[in-house]
């Protein structure tokens, strides 16, 4: 009986299928990664492989190993042969084109690529220049902190300036001000919470999502066992409750969006917090508060701190890129997600530069900051639709169930 060994892969080389993944989905980068791999490595004789051997190296089954070589071929990365056989039709075997950096950045350029093409300017499918050579502005939605860490890896590897662009960061309080800006014409590409992004457009602001930063909300209601008089397990506890929101604030659209949906809004008494929800819960004025994943982190010294995730009720997206279409040059806008991506790649390997440099322009701690990002990378940055289609994912569904849901707040 003949026996046969297969080569599968292994850490590195699943560390590389996430980094194809942001620009290609989870199958196909795992199908170039085991491709690429076999390329560089000195053990293997013959790096072109057959459809089984792909199989068994990936974990994936037949059908989404063939989907994935479709569409790897039509994108150029994957090249089909033959192997030489001395009995019957010779089997056909595919090859990785080029090499692993080429192979990141031409799918990075063409996930890019398809995210400005989804905007509804004519404008998006023109290979536009920069004329102007003026920096393309990125507006943040807060002060500098560990939300910001691809953007800030993406300039301290020089992604931006590889991609010929001259990127600067203006930072706003909050997602209304930023969004302000863009729509102004005070910034070229703005981070913008969904549901204000949301909201806007239904007033007519002239802005359109780009890419979605982080796939699934930040918001959280919180207290501690103290403030609430015991564990807070779900939304019905919070009938009869004082729940403090900070006004016009993205994090207070969210939560009233969960206190809809929840069937409780009509049974709470919101209070304005005016961004001191920690010393609202530690006075006793409100018994519960909304902010972000990270804010019930200033209550490490009081035990028994609760929290109510709010896209774990209600999925929604996290902050987004907002952009207006006709005033940015659509090239402008590809370089600048193709570089962004690879921050995000440099920033997820290791955030420890960026986070020094957000804590050089900041009072936060630098070690936070890293807390802050890979906590959100891990809850926060991943979904189905990324998985599949890649970094920035969004469809109109989510977006019209969004809607809906903030209608029913009474909020557009």
Not at 174 to 187: D, I, K, N
Request: glycine content about 8%; cysteine-free; overall charge negative.
């Amino acid at each position: 009986m003949r026996t046969e060994a297969f080569w599968v892969m292994d850490d590195d080389d699943e560390s590389l299928a996430a980094d194809l993944g942001l620009g290609l989905g989870a199958e196909p980068a795992r199908v170039l990664a085991y491709l690429l791999r076999r390329d560089v490595d000195d053990r293997i004789e013959e790096p072109r492989a057959r459809v089984l051997e792909i199989r068994l190296g990936t974990g994936l089954g037949r059908q989404p190993v063939i989907d994935a070589l479709s569409a790897l071929a039509e994108r150029g990365l994957v090249a089909e042969s033959t192997l030489d056989s001395q009995q019957g039709r010779p089997p056909k075997a595919w090859s990785a084109e080029g090499t692993v950096e080429t192979a990141i950045r031409r799918a990075y350029e063409e996930r890019a690529d398809r995210l400005v093409s989804a905007l509804s300017t004519d404008a998006a499918t023109d290979p536009a220049s920069d004329p102007s050579g003026e920096p393309l502005r990125v507006g943040f939605n807060w002060l500098p902190n560990g939300l910001q860490v691809p953007f800030y890896a993406a300039r301290t590897a020089d992604a931006y300036g590889t991609s010929r662009l001259d990127v600067e960061f203006v930072h706003h309080r909050g997602s209304r001000a930023a969004l302000e800006a863009v729509a102004a014409g005070a910034v070229d590409v703005g981070v913008v919470g969904a549901a204000t992004l949301t909201s806007a457009i239904q007033r007519g602001v002239a802005v359109e999502p780009l890419a979605v930063l982080y796939q699934r909300a930040m918001a959280v209601l919180y207290t501690t066992r103290a403030a609430f008089g015991g564990p807070l397990t779900g939304s019905e506890q919070l009938r009869g409750r004082r729940i403090g929101l900070s006004p016009d604030t993205e994090t207070r659209l969210l939560a009233e969006v969960f206190l809809s949906q929840a069937g409780v809004a009509d049974d709470v008494e919101i209070l304005e917090t005016d961004g001191e929800e920690v010393e609202a819960l530690r006075s006793g004025r409100a018994d519960v508060v909304a902010g972000s994943f990270s804010d019930p982190w200033r209550l490490d010294g009081e035990a028994d701190v609760e929290t109510l995730a709010i896209a774990d009720q209600f999925p929604i997206y996290g902050p987004v890129l907002a952009v207006d279409p006709e005033a940015v040059a659509p090239d402008r806008l590809r370089r600048f997600l193709a570089a962004t991506m690879l921050g995000w790649r440099a920033g997820r390997a290791d955030p420890t530069l960026a986070a020094g440099r957000i804590a050089a322009e900041s009072d936060a701690d630098r070690d936070e900051i890293e807390r802050t990002f890979r906590t959100a990378l891990s809850s926060f940055a991943d979904s189905k639709a990324s998985r599949t289609d890649g970094w920035g994912a969004h469809g109109e569904d989510e977006w019209e169930r969004l809607r809906i849901a903030l209608a029913r707040t009474g909020r557009l």
